[in-house]
């Protein structure tokens, strides 16, 4: 269970734990065959062609040369493996680009430079400045006399702000030589994936004397694939090495995601299977009943009086291998290609690019872009996906004085803070140094601020801006600049904020006069209820809820005078806590209680999160497009009303209703639960918008013990609201609405919307500031959530669009080859001769009908500006309008009614002593080619030059292709296509074919088109003719972000809020646009700090 | 697909200092392409363009289904069914037996001529209801042997008609051995009429599918007698009967050329045809049928095309002018706005 890792021991360790080795491999040389076969032929379709290739090889079933199937499934093996080995050869260059770099470790008391993966559990590792961390180590020194060293973990969990890590205290001042003969034992936990836990203990053995075990947290390791940073040099052993890493653990394969389409192009391709079946049965019994009534009076077949006994099934599984051809073997590899192109799209899209970060939009997920076009339910986290996650201080309220609520007042708080008001100094000291922000000076001399969380950095700044400049963090040493002085406090222990908790508090003590305080600020629910006996909390909890209604974050700061010997016996007990193996954090978070009461209440601050840009508008045009949004944040109840209200989430009265499903017990949350339902019953008919609030301990009743009527009320809801759910929760509400049969699509931006996002259809990441955590997760990841509308509607569209039909187109194809197969067997005796031969059949799937429609990934049926104008049209995609039974249903009857066109027509024009059987072929086979050219250009919305090459170049080649192989006389169509080519009846035979084939489709299609226009036909009438309807759209056309770049402050701003509000303090960079109201508010508005504008670029670097 | 990064290629994600340049490199380079943009044609269907395609087809379509037919009445075909009347009355019950005996098979067929015929004219004969395109029967054959006399043994193909008394067949396969074997005499005002029956098979057939050194060997020396024998020392390239009948027909009834006569024949001439019906069709009923016909431009007498031609340009004629009644009756304007009731709740379930 664990491992016991002895420091500098280099020997032992060898056999036990693995070398440094990275392997992101899934294919060694020799494993790579049978592996990878093995996966392809897991897959049924693979399977049911292997078993196709392998009955041809009986000749005395096979119709056709087994070339025909086994070429074919050779080339799509061939490239399915060639594409996993390329992507596992370039796994297996940056392993090796990893594995071979060169790092400082110590080998037998000398630093050694080695390559990495050399490294065994056990060795020390010595880093510099900026160093990539190869392995897990647990550090034992470095270059800061605290032994403090700064790392940056982005590629672990995205967060982009610096952590600091610390020595454990043993190795607390150890020399720098010592360091490499230290000799010691750490019992560690085996690797598991938790990166944010590490409980170990450490003993160093003589002469480095400690008796005491020492122990070891996550803040004493640096983690593999984190980078060093701010700290000169840092060293660390080993303990995890290889794929045993944190990092390595938690590598996993997510499991493949398989869309509504793919699951409706099995269903039809299950469909076709059956009638294929169901046709080789038939064809069999007639095939046997016609070889012993007329085919022995044949006396030129000569069949024997006896057979052998597999006799009767030799027809049947001639057919079947006739008919085989019915399930295009080539339409895995064509849409796996379109589906890689689709992707390629989104990642090339140039107005999905964030401009401010420069991050393009990407889908990691290549496979399932079809989904996004038939997404019904939106669930979306909000802090940091529907808002910016920049947070703004606006408002507070000091011992009962409001600030910022009208103009002027940022004047009257920086009057009262220079005016040594006691309490507003000691709410601004709070705001200060109550965190765990890093004040980093550039060399410019301006402060940087690393936050954890942005919260921390709009008050850090904010009392920056209050003239309480927290300037410095030496060690233990807080400096805070305060009216030109300087204030020093040390710090005595931080008491971390967790989501249990909902606060954080400091220990500090007061350098000048020697007092201990406890500094607090979190949830109002986790500070007012802990104030001291006396005080009254009322008025707080009025501001709070007040401060909610606003849409506004509130956090309570409160402070505590700490007697000396109170601290000293509750930091023992902390201590303790803090070195416990078992449930250490929740050991924590009961000792932190005990120092966290009697708290005075200092006051409130309000802090803005403001919405991202065009979010109102993108969710309208979403829900215009019969898109259902569920809003789930872990945020408060009020605050998440008023953003769902400023983002047209939810319609204010008398337009919509709010429903609020609330309670503390079981009876209380049902009978609300069924008051909402009975209402939403009601109302369902009426043009309003209802929508439900539920909060998360109503809503773990209400999935626990309500769940039928909860789903009823999903499925009844097009909005909801889920305030104080957990993330856990979230994804319990993705997979209820999953269960309903519902395409879901949940968009966050968080380490806690990870788990909805990989639970849902689709999961869409926010590469934001809460880290690349959800966006790695996720199956996009696009960089502002107005992008959102763009990936669903033109991409999640046009990929619907496309990949409808291609698949169908595809099974068309294959179809009417097979539909003339089987008619040719009816005039050949029911014997199953292939009416085509081989080189023809293989060449037809892969080569002569692929590449037209493969160009069809251009195709757009409308233009993008047409769709968002009229978001509605996609609901053709999301009820699966173009790809159905229905549909498909059409593409089969094209089949048979193209089928019987081109074998009736070449029957009849080469009959008699024209009806040779290579030349009847070829014209067939000429007359399904011409076909297919005017089908693909009749369903063809938009011609691109591609396109037009595609299909007619498709045409000239097929020509050119079979002249060629008519110039080789062993093949056995010698001279064929030549001889054809020059007989007029050849060409007047072609275009009958063409003619008589598409004549009806095109009649059928244009009075379709005319007299009973889809939505989709009336809008692209509409686009052509230019007619009055594109200005009937009225929705803005979304402003390029091209322009944007050039210009940040011409954005059309979203419309003007409901409550008005200013800035209390401008520290953003976004404060410029927002304070276009009237009456410029604030004086040091125009003199915006150094401090505020390094801010800005500071996000920027970000 | 979306596995962690390895820490191999955190460096790009991670690093402050690898930003900036990410920044560039990750951006897309823009292109019409990438961006989804090339220029497009959208046509659409406007009734215009509808009835003027239609329009265009029929306009197409008549007149050449008109030259079709008239082409195929140009050409003259003499048929003569005579697998019946070629049985002697007191076989007419027994006709297999008949083909099987021994007896005399010779027959003589008189055919007037009812137009004038223009030289060449084609001798075919038509059989119906014969399968050549049977899977049994269309397979049994062996390339490789026809085209070289080295690979005169490979028969493994040619099952059942592979070897007789254990030496290979040469040619092999049931389509050889069932070659055809009536004879046709023609005589004109009692003077022989002379049937060209060289270069009646294909040119590219002669040179390089069937071999000049391949000679006949073993062949209908089994117990069963197919058809025709061939001269054994006549090479494969020559015998040019058997190399017509070894391209095989796709359909059941077909015809296969006999030969040709080189001289134009005149209305009300009379040819009297002396022929040997020595095949066997009345085993499974089928017809035999001697054909001459002359030839056009499109081929032999078939007026499927032009029938065809003439149909389908009606159709579009017709089509066209309802088209364009429908829409000056009921006329639609197109992309009219007021299709568009986006009022229903299209999300609705």
């Known amino acids: 269970m664990k491992r016991y890792v002895y420091i500098n021991e280099n020997e032992s360790s060898h056999e036990l734990y693995c070398d440094n080795r990275i392997s992101n491999r899934k294919y060694t040389v020799l494993n790579f065959l049978p592996k990878n076969l093995w996966e392809q032929f897991s897959r049924f379709m693979n399977q049911y062609f292997l078993l196709i290739a392998c009955l041809q090889l009986w000749s005395l079933i096979t119709p056709v040369n087994p070339a025909s199937t086994w070429g074919p499934l050779i080339f799509i093996f061939a490239v399915s493996a060639s594409k996993e080995a390329w992507d596992d050869y370039n796994r297996y260059l940056s392993d090796k680009k990893a594995n071979e770099k060169l790092v400082w470790v110590v080998r037998q008391g000398i630093r050694k430079h080695i390559q990495a993966q050399d490294i065994h559990v056990g060795n020390i590792v010595w880093l510099r400045e900026n160093d990539e961390v190869p392995c897990d180590l647990v550090l034992i020194g470095t270059s800061d006399p605290q032994g403090l060293c700064y790392v940056e973990t982005s590629a672990l969990d995205g967060e982009t702000d610096l952590k600091t890590r610390g020595i454990p205290a043993t190795c607390m001042g150890i020399d720098f030589e010592l360091l490499h003969k230290i000799k010691g034992v750490i019992e560690c936990p085996n690797p598991d994936k938790d990166i944010r836990r590490f409980d170990a203990n450490l003993r160093l053995f003589p002469p480095f004397i400690d008796n005491d075990v020492c122990p070891l947290t996550i803040k004493n390791t640096i983690l593999q694939s984190c980078y060093l940073r701010n700290t000169e040099w840092a060293c660390g052993v080993a303990v995890h090495t290889g794929n045993e890493t944190k990092l390595g653990m938690s590598r996993g394969i997510p499991e493949p995601k398989l869309t509504a389409m793919d699951a409706m192009i099995d269903k039809l391709t299950g469909a076709i299977f059956v009638f294929q079946i169901v046709v080789v049965m038939v064809l069999g019994i007639a095939g046997n009943v016609w070889k012993d009534t007329e085919a022995r009076k044949q006396w030129y077949v000569l069949y024997p009086l006896e057979g052998p006994w597999y006799e009767l099934l030799v027809i049947p599984l001639r057919f079947e291998l006739l008919c085989s051809i019915m399930i295009p073997i080539s339409i895995k590899v064509s849409l796996d290609l379109v589906k890689s192109l689709y992707a390629k799209f989104i990642d090339w899209d140039s107005e999905m690019i964030d401009y401010e970060t420069g991050i393009p939009s990407h889908a990691t997920n290549t496979a399932i872009s079809e989904d996004l076009g038939q997404v019904e339910y939106i669930m979306t986290d909000k802090t940091g996906t529907l808002t910016e996650n920049r947070m703004i201080f606006r408002r507070c309220c000091i011992n009962g004085v409001f600030y910022g609520n009208e103009s002027g007042d940022a004047l009257k708080l920086l009057n009262a803070v220079a005016g040594s008001s006691p309490d507003v100094i000691q709410f601004v000291t709070v705001m200060a140094i109550c965190n765990t922000v890093i004040p980093i000076k550039s060399k410019t001399g301006a402060i940087l601020y690393k936050a954890q969380s942005q919260d921390e950095d709009a008050l850090v700044n904010a009392a920056a801006q209050l003239h309480m400049v927290y300037a410095n963090k030496n060690a233990n040493i807080l400096e805070i600049r305060f009216n030109g002085s300087i204030i020093k406090y040390e710090l005595l222990e931080i008491l971390e904020f967790t989501s249990d908790r909902k606060r954080m508090s400091v220990v500090v003590k007061d350098c000048q006069n020697g007092k201990i305080l406890l500094l607090s600020k979190g949830a109002d629910e986790a500070i007012l209820p802990y104030a001291y006996d006396g005080q009254q909390t009322r008025t707080f909890i009025e501001v709070v809820e007040q401060y909610a209604q606003l849409g506004l974050r509130t956090l309570c700061l409160a402070w505590r005078e700490l007697k000396e010997d109170e601290y000293q016996e509750w930091s023992l007990m902390f201590k303790e806590a803090s070195s416990t193996l078992v449930d250490r954090e929740w050991r924590i978070a009961e000792v932190c209680q005990r120092l966290e009461h009697e708290f005075e209440v200092l006051g409130v601050t309000a802090i803005e999160d403001c919405l991202q840009d065009g979010v109102p508008e993108t969710i309208e045009t979403l829900r215009k497009a019969g898109i259902n949004f569920w809003m789930l944040t872990g945020d408060k109840q009020n605050t998440a009303i008023q953003i769902a209200l400023s983002c047209n989430f939810i319609s204010p009265e008398p337009k919509g209703q709010l429903l609020l499903i609330d309670g503390k017990t079981e009876d209380e949350v049902c009978r609300s639960l069924e008051r909402v339902l009975l209402t939403m019953r009601i109302t369902s008919s009426e043009p309003k918008d209802v929508a439900f609030v539920v909060d998360g301990w109503a809503l773990e009743i209400a999935l626990k013990h309500y769940r039928k009527a909860f789903t009823e009320l999903a499925i009844l809801s097009r909005t909801a609201i889920c305030c104080r759910v957990t993330p856990s929760q979230k994804a319990q509400l993705v997979e209820l609405l999953k269960s309903c049969d519902y395409r879901t699509l949940a968009i966050g931006d968080g380490g806690n919307d990870v788990r909805m996002i990989q639970q849902a259809d689709i999961g869409v990441g926010i590469s934001g500031r809460e880290g690349l955590q959800a966006a790695r997760a996720a199956d996009y990841s696009i960089g502002k959530f107005r992008f959102l509308k763009r990936l669903i509607l033109v991409h999640g569209r046009y990929s619907y669009n496309r990949t409808a039909f291609l698949s169908q187109y595809s099974f068309y194809k294959s179809l009417v080859i097979c539909f003339i197969q089987i008619f040719f067997s009816f005039i050949s005796g029911v014997s199953g001769t292939s009416l085509f031969n081989s080189v023809s059949l293989m060449a037809y799937n892969v080569f002569y009908t692929s590449v037209p429609v493969l160009v069809s990934v251009l195709d757009k049926d409308l233009s993008e500006g047409t769709v968002m104008q009229h978001p509605q049209i996609l609901f053709y995609c999301q009820a699966g309008r173009l790809l159905n039974p229905s549909t498909f249903a059409g593409w089969f009857g094209r089949s048979l009614f193209h089928a019987i066109i081109v074998f009736v027509i070449t029957i009849h024009a080469y009959a008699y002593e024209k009806s040779e059987m290579e030349e009847l072929s070829m014209v067939a086979l000429s007359g399904c080619i011409w076909l297919q050219a005017f089908v693909v250009a009749l369903e063809t919305n938009s011609f691109t030059v591609l396109q037009h090459l595609a299909i007619w170049g498709n045409l000239v080649a097929f020509y050119v292709i079979n002249w060629i192989i008519s110039a080789i006389p062993a093949s056995g169509m010698y001279t064929i296509m030549f001889r054809l080519c020059r007989q007029p009846s050849y060409w007047i035979t072609m275009f009958l074919i063409v003619a008589a084939g598409m004549g009806p489709v095109l009649a059928l299609k244009y009075l379709r088109y005319t007299y009973r226009p889809s939505k989709i036909n009336t809008l692209q009438q509409a686009e052509r003719m230019g007619g009055p309807i594109l200005t009937l759209g009225n929705i803005e056309p979304q402003p390029r972000s091209i322009e944007k770049e050039v210009s940040p402050l011409s954005i059309t701003q979203p419309k003007s809020r409901s409550p008005v509000y200013e800035p209390l303090l401008s520290d953003s960079p976004n404060s410029s646009r927002r304070s276009l109201g009237p009456g410029t508010p604030f004086d040091f508005f125009q003199l915006q700090s150094r401090l505020s504008s390094n801010y800005s670029r500071n996000c920027k670097d970000n | ?349």
């Open chain 2, 1 to 349: 697909m979306s596995s962690y990064t390895p820490s191999s290629s955190a460096g790009g994600v991670g690093s402050a200092d690898s930003a900036a340049p990410r920044r560039n490199s990750k951006r897309p380079k823009y292109s019409k392409f990438t961006q989804q943009e090339l220029p497009a044609c959208k046509p659409i269907l406007t009734p215009r363009w509808v009835i003027s395609a239609f329009m265009l087809v029929s306009i197409v379509f008549i007149p050449i289904g008109v030259v079709s037919l008239l082409a195929s009445r140009d050409v003259v075909e003499i048929i003569d069914r005579y697998e019946t009347e070629c049985v002697p009355q007191n076989f007419r019950n027994n006709r297999v037996s008949f083909i099987q005996s021994d007896a005399n098979k010779t027959c003589t067929r008189r055919l007037t001529v009812t137009k004038h015929m223009k030289q060449p004219i084609y001798v075919y004969y038509q059989l119906d209801n014969f399968y050549q395109n049977h899977r049994r029967y269309v397979k049994s054959r062996s390339d490789s042997q026809l085209r070289d006399n080295s690979s005169w043994n490979d028969v493994s193909s040619c099952k059942p008609e592979d070897d007789s008394n254990g030496l290979p067949i040469v040619p092999c396969g049931l389509i050889a051995w069932s070659l055809f074997n009536d004879t046709y005499n023609f005589s004109l005002n009692n003077q022989q009429l002379a049937v060209n029956k060289r270069e009646i098979s294909w040119k590219s057939d002669r040179d390089h599918k069937f071999g000049n050194d391949v000679l006949p060997r073993n062949f209908q020396n089994g117990t069963l007698k197919g058809g025709k024998s061939l001269d054994p020392t006549v090479p494969l390239s020559q015998q040019e009967d058997l190399i017509v009948w070894m391209r095989t027909a796709a359909l059941p009834t077909f015809r296969k050329l006999y030969g040709k006569i080189e001289r134009d024949l005149q209305p009300n001439e009379v040819i009297h045809v002396t022929l040997e019906n020595n095949y066997n069709t009345y085993s499974f009923n089928g017809k035999k049928k001697l054909v001459l016909s002359t030839t056009s431009w499109l081929g032999g007498k078939n007026d499927f095309l032009g029938i065809a031609y003439l149909t389908i340009g009606g159709l579009c004629f017709f089509l066209a002018l309802s088209f364009t009644v429908v829409y000056l009756v009921k006329p639609r304007r197109l992309g009219d706005p007021s299709y568009l009731s986006w009022n229903r709740n299209p999300g609705g379930h």
